[in-house]
DNA sequence: AGGAAAAATGTGCTCGAACACACTAAATTT
DNA sequence: AAATTTAGTGTGTTCGAGCACATTTTTCCT
């Protein structure tokens, strides 16, 4: 039973005092060249570790901790990141962290600039920011960083230097991916990508969802598919839809950028058209449904509740054990089918 | 900053010695009825939580962890588990943890009984076993148990009283994940499954995902599959998979229930028949390299790597934190193409 | 050389839980 | 009533890192 060194057997074996030692680890000077000579012999050969456990007693802060993401009520794709939320909240409850929530309205630009003000107010240790609102978040991250508070972000990409840390996926991949499964299971004839989605802030999303399609597309060369975009929103989408169906006989996929696939399927099952394979993101309940029926033939789920769980657990590891915060994390692209959507649903 | 509360507080407030509160919480006796009231009524309201960390500091015991799995260098599908180890230890190095591997050949029963002799010799407090011998498993869990070895598995399941935890994947529901890429996928005609490997300690798994395989053809009732299993061992595959192919030209689909889908590839790929979609498992270099080729359409994911390292989590969650362990835990059966395979790679 | 300033080093306390041990007060025995 | 057991309670130390402060040693100047 070999026992971890302590700050003080290094100090026995390096012939001083364990403040000494103390001073050449957190480089504080006031060390003559002979300890610090046979300081670092002794380290050198040791592999010392310190106890971070012992450190994190003696620091015994409580770090507080705001998420801002937008209220799950308004869009059902955020209802997961409770659960994340919770998890963490429970996994780290060792710790002394205090993890709260605030939502925004996600259609509401300026609810967003208010809850982030209120936050601001709080001076919490940091925010795991969800930045919709793209010139409206960065805003707020100067604002953050000006009171020292450190910002992570998920879901949403932002380009800042004070962003410290993004949990999310490469969308642009996802498009890839989508297509990939497109050219599985459509037959060969017209594909259609449809942006179903009202919000402005998504534009960016289903844009490099797109190009990350056709991107896949326009590799192949002896390519049999043609590639289309439509853009619903929710006023008329029913006539405009059934419009571009009867106009475009030969569609055989239809790849959907948002989590609304499930009003897209209610459509097309209607029509009682088993031809049209269809790709969407989400694991919504209604999205399920039509994935269990077979209207919908995939999911791409976007683990929006691993999103916040891991931004928190960053934090966590970044204020208890000084770990250093990495850039970005990029989750994985689950490919969901009917046979293993539980397993992503909790 | 309303900060945490500790014995020394509660002890306070209910008016007594932090050694009297201590034996309420350790339920140790010793306190008398006006006390243990006053205590538990601080206690109710307050709501207490110990601080673990403090907890650990005075517990510093080096809790030490074997993990005994197949030689990766035998079978590559084990190589991720490495990676699995490394991270955990990385991860958990904060802690007093030594985690160590050992490895057995795959192919050699008396290699798996030795192997497990000198890690009971070393009596460590926990062991992470791969029970790939059925029999001989159930020895060596037999046996850690009498020396009060904690013993949790990975990878196959194995049914015993004596194991608290077990981190795989449902290989029933596998085999139905697998049919329904088949029927995603593959035209009308004949499937065949393919059982590649000579290890008979493999049957369960190979048989599960049969079963589960056929299940879900079967509840399609307009089914426009038939299905027929194939075995193969490494003698003669070739020929005998090419008699196979010339006997059955309406096969339209392949599901490889192993790691070995590469050697069917390949000989796929020599007939110059793009009409035959195939599944199979694990993200070996060679699989990864046919499904970028599109030989292979999908692969599925068994995350050995995933595996080992929740096996770990979970052991130090119940050594440093005293959690509870969950029997069981099943891990997402991942659905993998050729755009998404890197991530589940590391 | 004497003394002040500066540099180097060591000591001791803190964090919270856990537990051994010392101690007090009540109960029982002689 | 004194002696002894036992129930009940409080005190003090430990774990390892970190840092303030005390102490010792060296340097430098008059």
Redesign the interface.
Known sequence: ????LTIKDIAQLAGVSKGTVDRVLHKRGKVSQKALDSINAVLEQADY?P????R??KN?K?YSICVVLPNPESDSYWQPCIKGIEQAKKEF????LSISSYYFDPEDTESFIAVNKSVLNLAPDAVLLAPLFYKEALDAVEKYTEQDILVNTFNNQLESEEIRNFVGQDLH?SG??A???IH??AEKGQIAIIHFDEKIKNAVHMQEKEKGFRN?FSQKENSDYEVTTLKLKRKNYETKLEDFLKENPKLTGIFITTSKAHQIAEIIDKTKNNTISLIGYDLLDKNISFLNKGTI??LINQNPKQQVYLGLSFLVDHFI?GKEINPST???????????AS??ME
Do not use: C, G, H, T
Request: charged share 25%; aromatic share 14%; hydrophobic share 45%.
């Open positions: 039973m070999d026992k971890k570790e106890n971070l456990i012992a994190n007693l015994n409580i409850k060792a710790f002394n991949q890839r991916v297509a990939k499964l599985s299971i896949y033939d995939f054990f990029l989750l994985p692209i689950d490919i969901v089918n009917s046979e293993n397993y992503y």
